[in-house]
């Protein structure tokens, strides 16, 4: 099935540089863009749509978040990372069932997808629910579930989260034709023990698998790692042989420049997060450094409970402006290489050199955006509207390897009314 979008603007990528196409047309065959320029294509397609007032964009991935959490948002508000975590969230989670899981990732689904989220990375437990819920809706994933370790004589072959994470990725790695990838996962250096974390890292390697971890995310994460091992977390981890495999860390907020220098040699992937970075007081990541350094800098929303939404455009939001503040530099972070940060950047880390751009050749992974909005007139320098106008629903529509997933309020591969009906008799059930 080939089909035709014309008359838009298109976000469009050359040469690994943006470039903004206007009136233009973009083709599709299946599931890849066949077609992408400013003359209407001499080949003939079964279909067209019109696509008029509207701006075709890369899908937007999001690096990091814990999408069940949408069942704890707006608990623990306002308090310090440690104690919104183990004093507010834990306690919840260990009450939740997979039924509940499966439910608040659908949710998260309805929430991520209409605001243009084509792809998700996720740590949580349960995580087949997240498998099961990806291949029926669509999107792609890469999913994990993160290892911890609170008794220092566990043994590694004891470790029942390692087990399941290890499973996970022998039954599902690969699945719907590569939409789903199963990373392996550290939750945090504070939630593990050196043997644990050596003996999984090593796993990882083996089995040609990628690796996401907490890293750095407060001072005193940070500051305790240094005072337990006489290490920072990126040297804890390196000299454990977690960044011997492709590994994305969530936060980087407290990092040195030694341990950006670690990141870079060993090619981490970093994600910001600056909505729950800012939102739970940990601070400002050091962001423009990493990006003159030549880190892969990718964005990410965490969880709903840290945020408290799941609006990839509100990270970009933050992101192309909250540095810029705290430098007194207003030129520091420009639209392009936020929009980078969330689409190409973001599928480098996943491992996916087929998506995160609309070129000739990559996966129709495509969202568009309605221009015939008041915030979005007049239409001088889209992407600077992007950046610093264009808000989550002014998403028109989703699309995954040519498959609209979303459009103008409408999901066609999620029950909205039954996920809404199951979500809040799930709520019901863990809150009374």
């Known amino acids: ?26 083709g599709i065959s299946g599931a890849i863009i066949d077609y992408i320029g400013e003359e209407k294509p001499s080949s003939a397609y079964d279909s067209e749509k019109d696509m008029g007032g509207k701006l075709l964009a890369p899908g937007l991935v999001n690096c990091h978040g814990h999408t ?37 990732n659908q949710l998260a689904l309805l929430e991520m997808i209409a605001c243009g989220t084509t792809s998700y990375s996720d740590m949580y437990f349960e995580p087949q629910t997240a498998v099961e819920n990806a291949i029926d809706a669509g999107i792609r994933a890469n ?17 029942i989260r390692a087990k399941q994470s290890i499973e996970l990725f022998r039954a599902f790695n690969g699945a719907a034709d590569g939409r789903i990838r199963i990373d392996f ?27 996401q971890i907490h890293l750095s995310e407060t001072k005193k994460e940070h500051d305790d790692c240094v005072e337990k091992y006489g290490k920072t977390p990126a040297e804890w981890f390196r000299d454990l042989g977690t960044f011997d495999s492709p590994t994305s860390a969530a936060h980087c907020v407290w990092v040195t420049e030694s341990d950006m220098d670690i990141l870079k040699l060993k090619g981490v992937s970093v994600v910001h997060n600056p909505t729950s970075n800012l939102k739970l007081g940990s601070g400002f990541a050091p962001i423009p450094k990493m990006l003159e350094m030549g880190i892969n800098v990718t964005l990410g929303t965490d969880g709903a409970a840290s945020n408290n939404n799941l609006n990839m455009m509100e990270e970009m939001h933050l992101a192309s402006i909250m540095h810029n503040g705290y430098t007194h530099d ?23 050199d087929d998506t995160g751009s609309l070129e000739v050749g990559k996966k129709a992974d495509i969202i568009a955006f309605d221009l015939d ?3 979005l007139m007049p239409g001088f320098d889209l992407m600077a509207l992007l950046t610093y106008a ?21 999901f066609f591969t999620l029950d909205e009314e039954k996920i ?8 019901k059930r863990i809150y009374g």
């Open 68 to 104: 069940p959490m949408v069942l704890l948002r707006g608990i623990g508000s306002d308090l310090p990372l440690q104690e919104w975590l183990f004093d507010k969230m834990m306690p919840i989670e260990d009450r939740l069932t997979a039924e509940d899981i499966r439910v608040g």
């Open 390 to 410: 264009a808000q989550g629903s002014d998403v028109c529509m989703t699309m995954v390897d040519g498959k609209v997933l979303y459009e103008n309020g409408e």
């Open 420 to 427: 809404r009906y199951e979500f809040n008799a799930a709520l």
């Open 1 to 26: 099935m080939r089909f035709l979008l014309k008359n838009c603007s298109i976000l469009a990528t050359e040469n690994g540089e943006f470039r903004l196409l206007r009136n233009a047309f973009l």
């Open 373 to 375: 909005k008041p915030h």
């Open 330 to 352: 207003p030129i520091l972070m420009k639209p392009a290489q936020v929009l980078k940060m969330a689409t190409a950047n973001g599928a480098r880390l996943q491992g996916r």
């Open 143 to 159: 999913l994990c579930r993160p290892v911890q370790c609170f008794d220092s004589s566990e043994k590694y072959s004891e470790n």
């Open 185 to 211: 996962a550290i939750h945090a250096e504070y939630t593990n023990f050196p043997h644990i974390v050596e003996a999984y890292s090593a796993d990882c390697k083996d089995m040609g698998s990628r690796m």
